[in-house]
């Protein structure tokens, strides 16, 4: 069943623009499927869907094409570095800014690359704080940040 309705859930959000939870319990309803909350945000995480924001400005759910979450890289091209808006350094902290709901995603993506560097984030509705070992690494990890949204910016 848990198989039959994530298939679901890839198909409709192909098919349709989903912007909430609600929204995509109705229409799973309207299959055949019926889901608490809980259970279709279960299914939002383990099927890695990401909230997008569309040209209209609404944000919307997707398939994280990416990369799985073991192998997520913070490049350039990704869905995370397109939903950061700023980016800056106070000591050993790094303080990344996001679209509103991204926080989460950008801050997952920032745990998954692995870096030695990094002893750990707090994720909120939209700011992340990256607590670094050292101020000179904060240093380096905010410049390079910051020239992955330039190379975002100019595409």
Do not use: W
């Not at 997707?62 to 913070?74: F, G, H, V």
């Amino acid at each position: 069943m848990k198989a039959t309705r994530h298939a679901k859930i890839l198909e409709l959000i192909q098919n349709h623009t989903v912007t909430t939870q609600e929204e995509l319990q109705t229409l799973l309803e309207g299959c055949g499927f019926y889901a608490t909350q809980a259970t279709i945000s279960r299914d939002i995480r383990e099927l890695r869907l990401v909230k997008v924001l569309s040209p209209g400005g609404l944000y919307y759910y997707t398939q994280n094409t990416a990369a799985p979450a073991d192998t997520l890289q913070l490049s350039g091209d990704s869905v995370f570095m397109r939903s950061i808006r700023s980016v800056d350094c106070a000591g050993n902290i790094v303080v990344i800014k996001t679209h509103s709901a991204m926080a989460s995603a950008v801050c997952e993506a920032v745990d998954n690359s692995n870096r030695p560097e990094i002893l750990g984030t707090i994720a909120g509705e939209n700011t992340i704080f990256v607590l670094l070992k050292t101020e000179h690494f904060a240093d380096e990890f905010c410049n390079h940040l910051r020239e992955l949204m330039k190379k975002n910016l100019s595409r």
